[in-house]
């Protein structure tokens, strides 16, 4: 993973702390087969998972549209 990928992470999990400050320390791997230059943004495919990730482990639920915000404001 290049030194930038954490920094993705870290946004979204900074901001997510902000709005639900119950959220639980994980210690998480990442895996992924989306090819580089295959045309998506894994960026953005990585703060929302990492989102989804959170939501899961703080037993809320935000809607598709502000958790979209959040991964983008990250």
Same mark, same amino acid.
């Given at each position: 993973?290049?030194?930038?990928?954490?920094?993705?992470?870290?946004?979204?999990?900074?901001?997510?702390?902000?709005?639900?400050? #119950? &959220?639980?320390?994980?210690?998480? +791997?990442?895996?992924?087969?989306? $090819?580089? *230059?295959?045309?998506l943004?894994?960026?953005?495919?990585?703060?929302?998972?990492? #989102? &989804?990730?959170?939501?899961?482990? +703080?037993?809320?639920?935000?809607? $598709?549209? *502000?958790k979209?915000?959040?991964?983008?404001?990250?």
């Open positions: 993973m290049s030194a930038s990928w954490p920094s993705y992470i870290q946004g979204v999990v900074d901001l997510f702390e902000r709005r639900f400050p #119950a &959220t639980p320390t994980l210690d998480v +791997a990442i895996a992924s087969s989306v $090819p580089l *230059g295959s045309g943004s894994s960026s953005a495919s990585l703060e929302v998972a990492a #989102a &989804t990730v959170l939501e899961a482990a +703080a037993g809320v639920r935000m809607d $598709p549209r *502000g979209a915000l959040l991964c983008q404001e990250a």
